[in-house]
């Protein structure tokens, strides 16, 4: 099948590069011209594991093409797939602009019947939108050409995008009273489906809630488990102890129950507070998302505020992690745009390291942070470490090394990965989350 991607980031470039691994012709297209020729010389422009070998590989088949020019490409595609983002816009609402211009674009330039498929995360009620819109365009231009707009909502974690794209748990797809769409949907996600793959058909509301549905409900866990750690120092509880005690129970389950310092990243905090949005608008009471989110930047700042304090004045802080979370250079709402800037502020001197987000976290970071070479680089001389992003090269550190290149004893753990005893052995001060 003949396709186009709309939007090549950590969605598009994924899902246009896999599309192609399955066989279909792909066009993934992109306003951002730099990007395009870069993906055009095969290098990938986001971190993710086994991408650029995708990327390599179908463009060398010719199975994948790239381009900025959406126009020229709809002669050639059955499908349009809007993978653009939707970040938060005014009043928290998720940000609908690229999602309208794309499917405007469609109806403007489309020459035959089409099949528009949103990818993006949109608020219930957006195909609909665009639909609407869509029509204003083909009537406007006199011609009648049928673009059913389907939802098709990406589940896809950033660091294991490639292999939950190719093998996900369930393709959801939400399409009002379209057999030829759904027909198009079933034969482009075969290759999927008949590996046993589930696929799901349900009304496009119901598809566009599912997607918020699902953030919300592991933002909650996360924001749950969160909750409970200020009991357990309250109390001589231990966190870990408690999510194993309760993870152990097959209703609840050992997932999404690590204790740290909250979510980040492009799609929690936004997609959180996009349906708190929705239920404001629709006179809702969605109050568990609402706490959600008030634990979670609670959960931050009291970590935060417990650092700052404990420094002493113009003190040498190393940060281990930058990204939001382990094997993505996604810096998008990660714990250390933060931190960094409030202990520069602070007039604290600040050395970090990453494995990979460090090229994007520069230009998102204040002039004044050290970028080292290695994490014992960032750790040297440190009066404290602090640790973010729970990468493995991090986990697998040597505690007793650490302490010898450091200044001070004070270590950080805002993933709550190392054990507090093995740190203590070490001769550090250890300080976890909801830990004693
Ligand atoms: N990142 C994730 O892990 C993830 C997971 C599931 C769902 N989502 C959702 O998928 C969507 C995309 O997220 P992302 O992280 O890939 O965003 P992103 O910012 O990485 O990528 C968006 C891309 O769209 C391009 N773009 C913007 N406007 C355009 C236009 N008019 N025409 C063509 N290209 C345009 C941008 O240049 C960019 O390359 C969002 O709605 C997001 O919530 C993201």
Not at 39 to 44: D, I, R, T, V
Not at 146 to 151: E, G, L
Not at 192 to 203: H, L, N
Not at 224 to 236: D, P, R, V, W, Y
Request: proline share 4%; net charge neutral; hydrophobic share 40%.
């Amino acid at each position: 099948m003949k396709i186009a991607v709309v939007g090549t980031g950590y969605v598009g470039l994924v899902s246009a590069a896999c599309f192609a691994e399955l066989g279909h012709t792909v066009i993934g297209v992109d306003i951002d011209a730099a990007k395009v020729a870069k993906l055009k010389s095969g290098k990938s422009t986001i971190y993710e594991p086994g991408l650029e070998e995708l990327i390599v590989k179908g463009l060398k088949s010719k199975l994948l093409s790239f381009t900025t020019d959406l126009a020229a490409t709809l002669p050639h595609v059955q499908v349009v797939f809007s993978a653009v983002a939707t970040p938060q816009g005014e009043d928290h609402k998720a940000d609908l602009r690229a999602v309208f211009t794309v499917a405007e674009t469609v109806a403007k330039f489309a020459d035959h019947d089409l099949i528009f498929v949103n990818k993006s995360t949109v608020p219930v009620g957006t195909g609909e939108k665009c639909e609407e819109r869509m029509s204003k365009v083909l009537s406007d231009r006199g011609v009648k050409h049928r673009i059913p707009v389907v939802s098709n909502p990406e589940f896809l974690r950033e660091g294991m995008a490639v292999s939950d794209t190719l093998m996900p748990d369930r393709i959801i797809v939400g399409i009002n009273g379209n057999d030829h769409a759904r027909k198009i949907m079933e034969d482009l996600y075969r290759p999927i489906t008949r590996v046993g793959k589930p696929m799901v058909f349900m009304t496009r509301e119901s598809a566009e809630i599912v997607k918020y549905a699902s953030n919300a409900f592991l933002a909650t866990k996360i924001s749950f488990i969160n909750m409970l750690t200020e009991l357990c120092e309250a109390t001589g509880g231990n966190i870990r102890d408690v999510a194993k005690g309760m993870g152990l129970d097959n209703r609840i389950g050992p997932r999404f129950l690590h204790a740290g310092i909250g979510y980040g990243g492009s799609c929690f905090p936004k997609d959180v507070k996009a349906l708190m949005a929705t239920a404001k608008e629709y006179h809702l009471d969605l109050s568990i998302v609402e706490a959600t989110d008030r634990i979670n930047t609670r959960q931050r700042q009291r970590f935060f505020e417990k650092i700052l304090k404990s420094l002493p004045k113009k003190a040498t802080v190393g940060i281990w992690g930058l990204s939001f979370k382990p094997k993505t250079d996604d810096m998008r709402e990660a714990p250390s745009l933060d931190l960094i800037p409030m202990l520069i502020d602070a007039g604290h001197t600040v050395h970090a390291f990453d494995p990979e987000a460090m090229e994007n976290a520069k230009k998102l970071l204040p002039a004044g942070l050290v970028f080292t070479q290695s994490p014992m680089d960032a750790a040297k001389g440190a009066d404290a470490l602090v640790l973010l992003t729970e990468w493995d090269i991090f986990r697998g550190a040597d505690l007793g090394e650490l302490k010898k290149a450091m200044k001070g004893k004070d270590l950080w753990d805002g993933r709550n990965i190392y054990e507090p005893q093995e740190a203590r052995d070490a001769g550090l001060a250890y300080h976890g989350i909801g830990v004693n």
